[in-house]
């Protein structure tokens, strides 16, 4: 024999809306995590990395400033547009998975040294990435600086789960790739 229990429509109600309240309290309440988390983070970061190459400085100088090859070997890039320069300066539009980004090329010293900001003021996001390349034996020591402010409460609280390394060391490594290292 099968019993049946009937629920009043009054408690099905009032059931539902103790459900609906625990879900819309959890989201609240995540949602104030979030809120808190990338408030608390700051807003500047340096990061670094350093690889050791075989090739000389001036050969990796000639692949970091050569903006038009470098969808040839930078997996992440799908376009560069070079653009007019400003104030005598290159600048340069790429386009990865993230969009489009403007930079201009700050200082450029063969084959030492090689700085790129961030042009477009309008982004969440701004920065700067300065390639240090120093001889090391027959080879390259290169050291990739990034210098960076997130603007987004949003962006620094994901940001807090990611390494802040991780874009140079792929750099690093598409670079390495490229060079046959």
């Given at each position: 024999?099968?019993?049946?229990?009937a629920?009043?429509?009054?408690?099905v109600?009032?059931r539902?809306?103790t459900?609906?309240?625990?879900?819309?309290?959890?989201?609240?309440?995540?949602?104030l995590?979030?809120v808190?988390?990338?408030?608390?983070?700051?807003?500047?970061?340096?990061?670094?990395?350093?690889?050791?190459?075989?090739?000389?400085?001036?050969?990796?100088f000639a692949?970091?400033?050569?903006h038009?090859?470098?969808?040839?070997?930078?997996?992440?890039?799908?376009?560069?547009?070079l653009l007019?320069?400003?104030?005598?300066?290159?600048v340069?539009?790429?386009?990865?998975?993230?969009?489009?980004?403007?930079?201009?090329?700050?200082?450029?010293l063969?084959?030492?040294?090689?700085?790129?900001?961030?042009l477009?003021?309008t982004?969440?996001y701004?920065g700067?990435?300065?390639?240090?390349?120093e001889?090391?034996?027959?080879?390259?020591?290169?050291t990739?600086?990034?210098?960076?402010?997130?603007?987004?409460?949003?962006?620094r609280?994901?940001?807090?789960?990611?390494s802040?390394?991780?874009?140079?060391?792929?750099?690093?490594?598409?670079?390495?790739?490229k060079?046959?290292?």
């Open positions: 024999m099968v019993s049946t229990i629920i009043a429509p009054n408690e109600r009032r539902s809306v459900w609906l309240w625990i879900v819309l309290g959890g989201v609240g309440v995540i949602g995590l979030i808190v988390l990338g408030l608390t983070q700051p807003r500047g970061h340096v990061a670094s990395a350093t690889a050791t190459y075989s090739r000389p400085p001036a050969e990796l692949a970091i400033s050569g038009a090859e470098q969808t040839q070997w930078r997996k992440d890039l799908k376009s560069i547009t007019p320069p400003q104030d005598g300066k290159l340069f539009r790429e386009v990865t998975g993230f969009g489009p980004v403007t930079y201009v090329v700050d200082e450029s063969p084959p030492k040294r090689y700085v790129v900001r961030i477009d003021e982004l969440p701004s700067r990435w300065i390639f240090d390349l001889p090391a034996g027959t080879g390259t020591r290169l990739i600086t990034e210098s960076g402010e997130v603007k987004s409460f949003l962006f609280a994901l940001g807090a789960f990611f802040k390394t991780a874009t140079i060391e792929q750099y690093l490594s598409s670079l390495r790739a060079l046959g290292d």
